[in-house]
């Protein structure tokens, strides 16, 4: 779904792969017309894995189509100068809800101030790999955050990435949010904004606000590597008798204690807490009896079947989540289908119709809209171009015939 | 450092553990001005590991100091009735730069109806774990997302948990987004809010927008796990001949002829293609041919010091990062210091001096304030109350006389 809380703020990306694609997403979500300009054909990441079944394996990509919801697209031939200014001209058209670029495209001829010329209070956000402009994605700034080291048993000498590009994500949303406050500043004081982030920025403030680096600076102390413990207080998976996995978490004291009791385990626990001299009502002593915990715990989920297990949980207030496919997830759990007004299902062309997401965000009073799917390159670069531009279908053509435009077909 | 893009927008924050602070401290990062509510002696994550050294075991959480930068803390009892009426009235104070609600906790006293009687535009963002109010946090909802399965060769039988609290930091993110975007439409329409987020939303959301949930439905394919290769192209980890391990990417297909150009491996690269039937340029087969790709890869690096390689892959563009624990990343890399202006120094009281981030985000025109450090519990009580709700000194004494609120020696 999307809510018009940005009463169609018009933003123009250039952009590619995760973190600005899903900024741009996240704005569209909130009710900005979002314009993709892309290459005719579409830029270096329309091909990108999964795609749809094709013959000549030329799919359309699931991937960029669940990245590229809700946007208008525009085929521009970026090459030529021509189809630079077109761009230019877009990004800093006038109006109180235009002249926002979103790009993760470090190029000259976009830079802040080239675009500040044709339009003083223009908005734009750049999304680097580097904040000095060198390269880097997801995977190679992750490594030096230290957790690859302590996932999933990892260690120096097989450290485990994560598969989920958790900085993109962060990234995405971050971005989002600067633009909106950049534009909530241009409609107060009439000033633009050149907005600057860098991945690597993104993931190590982060470490910086969960503590880590404080950790390590202060307490000499790397976080260790456990597995599938949570760090600080008491959560683990566990085994059931028909082996399948359920996560649970014993976070804070009323959560230990629906554990406890869900379990039925209050004179071992208060044995183990003697014996080890140990309280586990505090937090960081659970953490620290982690392993007797779970040695108490581990023959509970062995003796029951799943559903006895998850219905004794939740009859018990635990907090507990089941380890899934993506399939399961989709077949078994009513928060990932229609039920949830979060989602619906959409037609993508050349997809087909399936399950999509709208915002995360629910805004209970407010209207809303359904999810347009992705566009295909090129849907809209006519409309878009006599729209925001003023062209007219003469100067449209010619920009067809110059292969400076181009539309779904060409 | 901080940014005056909000304008000194008061945001007043009820909240404990991650999402709901990360979010209060990204508005704070962007100039609003952050109240934090708790009750005297601090809420359930005031404690969090880590914690500084203290004979009693008592000493201060890192945690919470770097989830709550540049925030005020104000103590009251919100358990006793007229501790519930200050933090509404605080969060319904006039004025358009006021009449901000951040929590993640579920109270009816702090329910939207409610406090839009006091304050017909109020915004309240409430962040919750799912959306019927049922708990559940960032480690019981990653279980269900099936990345568990597909991280560091995981599986059904040992799902590998990430470590990072992804969700929580995506959910904080969209939530700062959330707030600002409805305050610009309050700007706009002088129309309040009513925000809510489930954090399992957040998650399941982001799969479909990373294109994962359609992949399942439409092709019933599930991820395989892969270790550590990046999936849909080519990226991997590789030892170096003193034992270090580098991450590269080959995404694009620039960053291909890079890695291939370093490794000096043209040759080689090509009689694999003759030999497997693939073209390499093609980002899907290069992905089909991972493993052989890697071991072409393999002895390069395994023939080369850290440095040396390092060198190489630098001058060559490849995209590349080093493995790192967050000691090493402190030591060693520049950007992780005061050489970069996302960071500095400061001291935070309980915990000494330390490097600290602040936003993320680069205004390189804008004027920009220190970081401030995370207060104490009930720092900022008596000249929040004075300020925000006219109370003079009589009635503040009369407040700490019945406990109802406590200032940060109490």
């Known amino acids: 779904m999307t809510y018009p809380f940005l009463n169609r703020l018009r933003v123009v990306e250039s952009s590619a792969f995760i973190a600005a694609p899903l900024a741009g997403l996240t704005l569209a979500q909130f009710g900005a017309d979002v314009i993709r300009v892309d290459i005719p054909g579409g830029g270096i990441d ?4 999964p795609r749809m079944p094709h013959p000549e394996g030329r799919g359309r990509s699931i991937y960029w189509a669940g990245l590229n919801k809700g946007k208008r697209s525009v085929a521009i031939d970026i090459r030529k100068p021509e189809g630079r200014e077109l761009v230019q001209a877009l990004a800093t058209a006038p109006g109180p809800d235009a002249g926002v670029l979103l790009t993760n495209i470090g190029t000259p001829w976009l830079a802040h101030e080239v675009l500040a ?18 390269t880097a994605v997801d995977y190679t700034v992750n490594c030096a955050t230290g957790y690859p080291y302590a996932t999933g048993g990892g260690s120096r000498e097989r450290p485990v990435n994560h598969v989920m590009p958790a900085w993109d994500v962060a990234c995405a949303y971050q971005a989002a949010f600067a633009i909106v406050a950049a534009v909530n500043r241009r409609q107060r004081e009439g000033v633009g904004a050149e907005l600057k982030m860098a991945l690597s920025d993104v993931a190590f403030t982060t470490l910086s606000n969960l503590g880590v680096l404080a950790e390590a600076e202060l307490l000499h102390e790397e976080r260790p590597s456990i597995g599938n413990h949570i760090y600080g207080a008491f959560g683990r998976d566990f085994a059931t008798a028909d ?3 359920i996560m649970v978490a014993a976070i804070s004291a009323g959560q230990w204690r629906s554990l406890v009791k869900a379990c039925g385990i209050g004179e071992a626990v208060a044995a183990t807490e003697q014996r080890l001299g140990l309280d586990f009502d505090d937090e960081a002593q659970r953490y620290e009896g982690r392993d007797a915990i779970a040695e108490l715990v581990e023959p509970w989920f062995a003796a029951r079947g799943t559903l ?6 939740q ?3 635990v907090c507990w989540g089941r380890y899934k496919t993506v399939g399961e997830l989709l077949a078994s759990d009513k928060r990932v289908s229609t039920e949830n007004p979060v989602f619906e299902r959409t037609t993508t062309p050349g997809m087909g119709e399936h399950l999509v997401a709208g915002s ?4 209970p009073a407010m209207e809303r809209a ?3 799917p992705a566009p295909t390159i090129g849907s809209n670069t006519d409309e878009v171009l006599a729209e925001v531009l003023g062209l007219d279908a003469g100067a449209i053509g010619r920009l067809h015939d110059a ?4 539309g779904p077909s060409d």
């Open 370 to 372: 359904p999810t347009r």
């Open 46 to 49: 329309y091909a990108r894995l």
């Open 403 to 406: 292969a400076v435009i181009a």
């Open 117 to 134: 010329q044709r339009r003083a209070d223009v908005i734009s956000c750049t999304i680097q790999g580097n904040a000095d402009g060198s």
């Open 308 to 313: 006895d297990a998850e219905r004794e949980l």
């Open 360 to 363: 995360a965000v629910r805004a």
């Open 315 to 317: 009859a018990n207030k």
């Open 243 to 245: 082996g399948e996995r």
